[in-house]
């Protein structure tokens, strides 16, 4: 399918890939297009590294918007982070988004993470809480020098330097949280000084649709990319479940199940799924998609070919 499509052609007025002087804000606020970012984390072996890289190079061709990478869920990985970033910044063309966490971490601690990113040249910041070590359904403690909440980060990124901010947002609600006060956090969030937000990954569009509506309803205008991420394993189902924070569609799991004997067919069928919700959300105006790669490139690419062909937006 891959070969079937130049790369090139993702977009029609697709600016160059040398092209990074303008921020995600400024590319979601021009609306010609809908941006296309992936996400990867930081490695931790030899191997990891070189998997690494070679997603970046088979993704590179295909002028993603932007490429983020992940930050431990209390700054653990905080090293390996920053390594990985120096390492796009210096090898590739792409705009590079770091991500920061308030978990675990003190305010002094914050600023040293958020002062490297601007050496390094990196203007954008993925600011979020960040779940404890122990997952998202441990109750989050904030550390006893650090920030409460992801309101707070945005704040102390911004008093940082000329950094275009952007938070998370949960299409199926936080664990914990109510549906209104998601919107109201993320308005605090923007008053704070976020210009957009990226979901966590999700499966049913009308989960997207109506945060969107309560987001508006609210008077809070960020723009909203989806995260997305194909089932590539059955072994995945459970969790990508405690991911999003509820079960999967049941029209998701019986397709799955129905071919989970054929590991190539789960695969095949996960970005089947993954390639109509996407293009449900572009056909109703969702302004960006990412795709969370696990830094590996060949379902996203798959994905990718199956919008070029349908060109939804």
């Known amino acids: 399918m891959l070969d079937n499509y130049r790369p090139a052609d993702l977009a029609p007025a697709r600016r160059s890939n040398t092209d990074t002087t303008q921020t995600i804000a400024e590319l979601l606020a021009r609306a010609e297009r809908p941006t296309f970012s992936v996400e990867f984390f930081p490695p931790k072996t030899d191997e990891g590294a070189r998997v690494l890289h070679e997603a970046i190079e088979k993704l590179e061709p295909w002028n993603p918007d932007f490429v983020s990478v992940t930050y431990g869920a209390n700054g653990s990985l905080r090293d390996r982070t920053l390594a990985a970033v120096r390492d796009m910044v210096a090898s590739t063309k792409l705009r590079v988004v770091g991500h920061l966490t308030c978990t675990g971490q003190s305010v002094d601690e914050l600023k040293s993470v958020i002062d490297a990113y601007g050496d390094l040249g990196v203007h954008h910041i993925l600011a979020v809480r960040g779940d404890m070590p122990g997952g998202p359904r441990q109750p989050w403690e904030p550390h006893p020098q ?28 936080h664990p914990g949280s109510t549906p209104e006060q998601d919107v109201r956090v993320l308005h605090d969030k923007q008053d704070a000084g976020a210009e957009f937000a990226i979901t966590q990954l999700f499966f049913r569009p009308s989960a997207y649709y109506d945060l969107i509506d309560r987001m508006r309803a609210d008077g809070c205008t960020l723009p909203v990319i989806a995260g997305m991420m194909p089932v590539t394993a059955i072994s995945q189902l459970d969790k990508f479940a405690e991911l999003s924070g509820v079960p999967l569609p049941a029209s998701v799991t019986e397709r799955l199940m129905a071919v989970a004997n054929d590991p190539l067919a789960v695969r095949a069928t996960g970005a089947q799924i993954c390639a109509e919700l996407a293009s449900d959300l572009l056909e109703r105006g969702a302004p960006g998609l990412q795709f969370f790669t696990r830094n590996r490139s060949a379902a996203t690419r798959e994905i990718l070919a199956i919008l070029l062909a349908r060109r939804p937006w």
């Open 146 to 173: 650090g920030l409460k909440n992801a309101t707070e980060l945005v704040e102390l990124v911004k008093s940082r330097g000329d950094y275009c901010v952007g938070v998370g947002a949960f299409p199926d609600i």
